[in-house]
Each structure stands twice: as C-alpha cells, then as structure tokens.
C-alpha cells in the first residue's frame, strides 16, 4: 500500500450515503489517508451555477468538524460513474468507496446501473458498503476460481486490507452430477480441485506474507450457495471479488455471478476489476 494513500467517497447527500461516508473514515484514519469526499451534479442538473456548487460543499463540510483525517470535497459534473472514475483517477486514488441505492430488498442490495458502470470504467477497486460501520473490518472473505482475475482481487485486497485474516473461498461442481452417479467422478474431480488449489497457493507465493494469512475452503455447491453459508458460518464481515474471472466473475456487463454476488452478500463488498 502506498504510504499516505488517497480515498474517494462519492455520495448523493441523501441518507442513505452515511454508511460509506462514515466507513471511508475509518478506513482513511487508520491507514492515515487523505479522504475525498465526491458529490457529481448529473447531467440535467448542469444548469446549476458556482453558488449552488459552494453551498454543497459547505453542506457536505458542516457533517466533519472534527476529522482527523485530510478532508477534501470535490464537486463534478456529468455521468455520475464516468465522473467518479475520472477523478478518482486523477487524484490517484488506491480506493473508490459507495453506498446501496435502497434496502427495500436483498436484490436492491447493488446500486443499480451506476455502480455496474463504476466497476465496468475504473481500474480502482469498489467499496460497496451495506452494514453501518460499527468497527474496523475483522475478517476478509476472498472467491477465487483459480484464475489470473482472483489472484489479482487477493493481492489488492490483502494491500488494502493488510491486517485481516482471510479466507480463500473455491466452490465446485461434478461434471454431469446429475447424470453419473459415481463416487468416483466426485472422488477424482475433488482431488483435481486440490490440486488447482495448490498450485495457486504456490503462485501465490510467500514473500509478503500473504499465505500466513490465508485459511482455504474448498466446498462442493453452487458459489453463491457456497458464500452465503461460509459468511454464514464465519462471521466475516468484507466479501472480495475480481473480475473477469474464468466463471464468468464479470465480463462486459459485470457478469450473472458477480451481478447475483454484489447484490445479495449482505456485508460490505470490494469489487476489484483486473485490467488487461
């Protein structure tokens, strides 16, 4: 992680935007960054003139009297994603934190289009957070699939993160498990998915530590099913995901299973897109 490190929060100044806002805070206080805190006036708005565009800045600053952190407020104006990406990049920003849309419902957990859109145009990971920030994260779930994508997630997700424990989650299925019925076929495909998962382990590597931090899972099922019953169980409280993964973690329009992850994991999710 770089020494000093820049991170963006945008909001809508509705309240919903809270929870980011106040875990961009923790996160920024305890790696002693500079916190930027992004408020874009959409295009049908672009009529509102400098005035508007000071008072919101004196709204957004009258909530932090007493930061403790480097508090900058920039106001954009534009698409709201492409905005939010643009200057993310160039304030070099190691992280780009948001909030949910609405709580209606576990499907309404992704903020619809416009972090889709995020994902899609900024090489920065995505905080999306769900849960009001009542600690510091305690324990980092990872997915992986063995690919280049879930491997690229670990590492960035580990830096950002570096002192959570985390556990590496792959999930399997038998080929054809509803036609053959051989224990052998689950015996064989299990031992090959051993097998994938040490040799990712071994490209992995140890010389930043990073392997003493992980605990491995291995479980047959369905990923989301799988992820579902390991937070569950665990009492983790960061999911992780890449994209572009080999199963289809996220393609162009972010991808079925990363779209079903981001928006039904009920704790807080970083998405981390590898580019090509």
Not at 18 to 44: F, P, T, Y
Request: hydrophobic share 45%; aromatic share 4%; net charge negative.
């Amino acid at each position: 992680m770089a020494k000093n490190p820049t991170i963006l929060v945008a909001t809508d100044l509705s309240a919903r935007c809270d929870r980011a806002i106040d875990r961009a805070m923790v996160i920024a206080e305890s790696q002693s960054a500079r916190l930027l805190i992004v408020h874009v006036i959409e295009k049908g708005e672009l009529g509102k003139d400098l005035a508007y565009e000071q008072d919101l800045k004196a709204e957004i600053a009258r909530d932090f009297p007493s930061a403790t952190v480097a508090v900058e407020i920039i106001v954009g104006r534009g698409s709201v994603p492409k905005e939010i990406a643009e200057i993310a990049e160039r304030e070099k920003c190691s992280l780009i934190v948001t909030g949910v849309a609405r709580m209606n419902s576990l499907r309404d957990f992704i903020l619809g289009t416009l972090v889709s859109a995020l994902v899609r145009q900024s090489a920065i990971p995505v905080l999306i957070v769900k849960k009001r920030p009542l600690r510091p994260y305690q324990k980092m779930l990872a997915a992986t699939d063995f690919s280049s994508c879930s491997l690229h997630a670990l590492r960035v997700a580990a830096d950002q993160f570096p002192e959570l424990p985390i556990q590496l989650e792959h999930a399997f299925q038998v080929p054809y498990g509803g036609i053959l019925k051989s224990d052998q076929v689950a015996k064989d495909t299990r031992a090959e998915v051993n097998r994938d998962m040490k040799s990712f382990l071994k490209e992995i590597g140890d010389e930043d530590g990073l392997l003493d931090r992980l605990e491995t899972h291995i479980a047959y099922g369905q990923i989301t099913s799988v992820v579902s019953e390991r937070l569950s169980a665990s009492g983790t409280d960061l999911f992780v995901i890449g994209t572009h993964g080999k199963s289809g973690f996220a393609h162009a329009s972010i991808g079925s299973i990363a779209a079903d992850l981001m928006s039904w994991v009920p704790v807080d999710t970083l998405v981390v897109r590898e580019t090509r």
